[in-house]
């Protein structure tokens, strides 16, 4: 083998190699999928893998995979490319895990950590969107939704404001309906707990005004911007007991 002939297929080699990896490094970039369109006090950003994390201001871009988090008296609202929204209550941590849409489908899932957010969902339909705690699998019906995980009693609370959800208990393999109106508490590995709402849930903390400005009218209650609930559905195991145990933060 000729020595120009070595040296032409070692060329041709490192170029491949070369290309190969401009590929992969260009395809690393941060897929950016909505903007934070209303900060109260404080709310943050982690990239993933970061250690550090980033104060959001209003208009600032939110990318797929940020954990999105905020402190004791932080609320933040997020609108996605699809319009859908969500509003980060007080001492909460959220990845925005997966999400996808190309102008009709696509998908969406989130992943709740510790605190609460509500969900009011987009233009994709319905069952394009599922959200995760670390005791249970939301999945959406065309639903406005609020979700708490109280890391203290490891429970997840999912209040349905509008629509319907269905919930699955980690550990278990039947799917749970909550409709507009009822309240569930999951622990994993036990059947939910469903019960009828309160008019005046205590976890509306999340609802407040200023976070859910610009949104639909129907969609923000009466005054004070807290929506109501629909009218209760019967409850599927009634209680006498409607404290959930959980107490949001001041």
Same mark, same amino acid.
């Given at each position: 083998?000729?020595?120009?002939?070595?040296?032409?297929?070692?060329?041709?080699?490192? $170029? $491949? /190699? /070369?290309?190969?990896?401009? $590929? &992969?490094?260009?395809g690393?970039?941060a897929?950016?999928?909505? @903007?934070?369109?209303?900060?109260?006090?404080?709310?943050?950003?982690?990239? %993933?893998?970061a250690?550090t994390?980033?104060?959001?201001?209003?208009?600032?871009?939110?990318?797929?995979?940020?954990?999105?988090?905020?402190?004791?008296?932080? +609320?933040?609202?997020?609108?996605?490319?699809?319009?859908?929204?969500?509003?980060?209550?007080? #001492? !909460? +941590? @959220?990845?925005? #895990?997966?999400?996808?849409y190309?102008?009709? $489908?696509g998908?969406?899932v989130?992943? @709740?950590?510790?605190g609460?957010?509500?969900? &009011?969902?987009?233009?994709m339909?319905?069952?394009?969107?599922?959200i995760?705690?670390?005791?249970?699998?939301?999945? &959406? +019906?065309?639903?406005?939704?609020?979700?708490?995980?109280?890391?203290?009693?490891?429970?997840?609370?999912?209040?349905?404001? %509008?629509?319907?959800?269905?919930?699955?208990?980690?550990g278990?393999?039947?799917?749970?309906?909550?409709?507009?109106?009822?309240?569930?508490?999951?622990? /994993?590995g036990?059947?939910?707990?469903?019960?009828?709402?309160?008019?005046?849930?205590?976890w !509306?903390?999340?609802?407040?005004?200023?976070? &859910?400005?610009?949104? =639909?009218?129907d969609?923000?209650g009466?005054?004070?911007?807290? %929506? !109501?609930?629909?009218? =209760? /559905?019967?409850?599927?195991?009634?209680?006498?007991?409607t #404290?959930?145990g959980?107490?949001?933060?001041?």
């Amino acid at each position: 083998m000729s020595y120009q002939g070595s040296w032409g297929r070692l060329c041709l080699l490192l $170029g $491949g /190699a /070369a290309i190969a990896l401009a $590929g &992969l490094t260009g395809g690393t970039a941060a897929q950016g999928i909505g @903007l934070a369109t209303d900060v109260d006090r404080t709310g943050y950003r982690s990239e %993933a893998g970061a250690t550090t994390r980033t104060e959001i201001e209003e208009e600032d871009t939110v990318f797929l995979l940020d954990r999105i988090s905020t402190d004791g008296v932080g +609320r933040l609202r997020l609108e996605l490319d699809d319009s859908s929204v969500l509003v980060v209550g007080p #001492d !909460s +941590r @959220l990845t925005l #895990d997966e999400f996808v849409y190309d102008g009709g $489908g696509g998908s969406f899932v989130g992943n @709740l950590s510790v605190g609460g957010f509500r969900f &009011l969902s987009g233009d994709m339909p319905s069952s394009s969107y599922r959200i995760e705690t670390p005791t249970a699998v939301v999945g &959406l +019906r065309g639903t406005d939704v609020i979700v708490i995980y109280d890391q203290r009693e490891r429970m997840t609370l999912v209040i349905v404001l %509008a629509g319907q959800v269905w919930v699955l208990p980690l550990g278990l393999d039947e799917q749970t309906l909550v409709e507009a109106g009822q309240v569930a508490q999951v622990l /994993a590995g036990f059947p939910p707990i469903i019960e009828a709402a309160g008019p005046t849930p205590r976890w !509306s903390v999340i609802t407040t005004t200023d976070p &859910l400005e610009g949104l =639909p009218a129907d969609l923000q209650g009466g005054s004070g911007g807290t %929506a !109501s609930p629909a009218s =209760p /559905a019967p409850a599927s195991q009634p209680s006498t007991d409607t #404290d959930t145990g959980y107490d949001p933060p001041d």
